[in-house]
């Protein structure tokens, strides 16, 4: 089974920061990862798709890169709606898995 | 508008059963496979079982499998997850997911339900 490992498990940045996050699966992956955003009483949304699209209606400020094993997601400054946990998730193969999630916290 | 209601959670004793439901609505659902995530209290997302738009592929992951039963109503709209031998560590919130593009067993989750909380214990 494809495990992905995110890193760091959690951050602290201040708003306007450039923030990013790794993920990195056990076994290469194309660019089948997904990324998700998660904040405290909301259901997760979609962010990034197969590694680099951008969902409609994301702000721009977030972006996607990477393929095979190692994928980053990185928010290009930082605004106060963007603190919350952040997942990455394979779906090159079943079972599909979600990383351990990563929070951003407020410095 | 695509949407997802789940319904059906509650507190449960440990080796009960219990049977979520969850209501599509705004979209073609007969094309889209559909799945089920969970999240435990202070713990992250994990996907637990999907079912492919015409039902003839089912996964489960290894923690449910042989307990959790994943079936689909495409004449109405519905998505079941029909738990047995139900165990502490099931106690979650329960989401029902559409995935992103149709015809697509495997694919990113663009519509999530708010979910429905499962707690089992004595």
């Known amino acids: 089974d494809i495990q992905v490992t995110q890193s760091p498990s959690s951050l602290s940045a201040s708003v306007g920061d450039r923030v990013t996050i790794t993920c990195r699966a056990s076994?290469?992956?194309?660019?089948?990862l997904n990324w998700y955003q998660h904040r405290p009483g909301e259901a997760p949304k979609m962010l990034i798709f197969t590694a680099s699209n951008l969902q409609s209606g994301v702000p721009s400020r977030f972006s996607g890169s990477g393929s095979g094993t190692d994928f980053t997601l990185t928010i290009s400054s930082l605004q106060p709606e963007d603190f919350a946990t952040y997942y990455c998730?394979?779906?090159?193969?079943?079972?599909?898995?979600f990383g351990g999630g990563t929070t951003v916290e407020i410095k | 508008e695509a949407q997802l209601v789940e319904s059906g959670g509650g507190l449960v004793q440990p080796g009960g059963s219990l049977r979520l439901s969850c209501a599509a609505s705004g979209f073609s659902f007969d094309e889209y496979s559909m799945h089920w995530v969970r999240q435990a209290p202070g713990k992250g997302l994990e996907w637990v079982a999907g079912?492919?738009?015409?039902?003839?592929?089912?996964g489960y992951a290894y923690s449910v499998k042989g307990r959790f039963t994943i079936s689909r109503d495409n004449a109405e709209n519905w998505v079941f997850l029909q738990m047995n031998s139900l165990r502490l560590d099931d106690s979650a919130l329960y989401y029902c997911v559409k995935v992103r593009d149709n015809f697509i067993q495997d694919d990113a989750f663009d519509i999530w339900g708010q979910g429905t909380v499962v707690t089992v214990s004595s």
């Open positions: 076994q290469m992956i194309a660019t089948y």
């Open positions: 998730q394979q779906t090159y193969s079943s079972p599909q898995a």
């Open positions: 079912i492919r738009w015409d039902s003839d592929i089912i």
